[in-house]
């Protein structure tokens, strides 16, 4: 069997529609400048998201240190005892930079007397308690107006009120008869003469 001749057979040839073509070749271009650009907003927006996220990292785990000093509280002073005639003070400073703080007692001497001249009085020393109240100047006054002088040197009654008034410098600070004695002792000093130098002895 003979075979069978084909025919003639055509080639085409399909040119590119980019080569030599002035407008596929500005395409061209404007894709490369579209990828190139593209690429520019992605190597610039990388970094600037990790910034941001470091930056807000850095500021929420920041921390505040309270450097003021610690508050000064004032000590307590408690007195328990009712013999002990004291009383507790205290006090506190505070600033800015440092604190003080400080305490102390005070004595109470009316109270002493007071309690003195009970525990001697409760012993059956009677003149020696009244004696002993008799230092405040108070006592002394009231006792003397009253009609009933402290003791003085185991002296009481009038023989009491005739030693006080024959030595008043004895009574307390600010008694009545020192008071007295005093007013007395002035108005009996002699008063000086005011020099006159007009009237002057030249002799003869």
């Not at 600033?95 to 009970?118: V, W, Y």
């Not at 009253?146 to 600070?173: N, V």
Request: hydrophobic share 40%.
């Amino acid at each position: 069997m003979a075979p069978r001749s084909r025919g003639p057979v055509e080639y085409r040839v399909v040119a590119d529609p980019f080569v030599g073509d002035e407008d596929g070749e500005a395409m061209v271009q404007k894709r490369l400048a579209g990828l190139v650009v593209l690429a520019a907003v992605l190597f610039y927006a990388v970094p600037a998201s990790a910034t941001d996220t470091v930056t807000s990292a850095t500021v929420s785990s920041s921390t505040v240190v309270d450097k003021s000093p610690p508050t000064a509280s004032s000590p307590s002073i408690v007195v328990n005892n009712s013999d002990i005639c004291q009383t507790g003070t205290s006090g506190a400073v505070q600033t800015s930079l440092f604190g003080i703080s400080g305490g102390t007692t005070t004595r109470d001497l009316n109270c002493e007397r007071i309690k003195l001249a009970r525990a001697v009085y409760g012993m059956g020393l009677k003149v020696a308690g009244i004696s002993l109240l008799c230092q405040d100047l108070r006592v002394w006054n009231s006792l003397w107006m009253a009609g009933t002088p402290c003791p003085y040197l185991g002296a009481i009654g009038d023989a009491a009120k005739e030693r006080w008034l024959a030595e008043p410098d004895m009574s307390p600070e600010g008694s009545i008869i020192r008071v007295a004695a005093q007013v007395e002792a002035d108005e009996a000093a002699p008063t000086p003469e005011a020099h006159d130098p007009y009237n002057q002895d030249w002799g003869d």
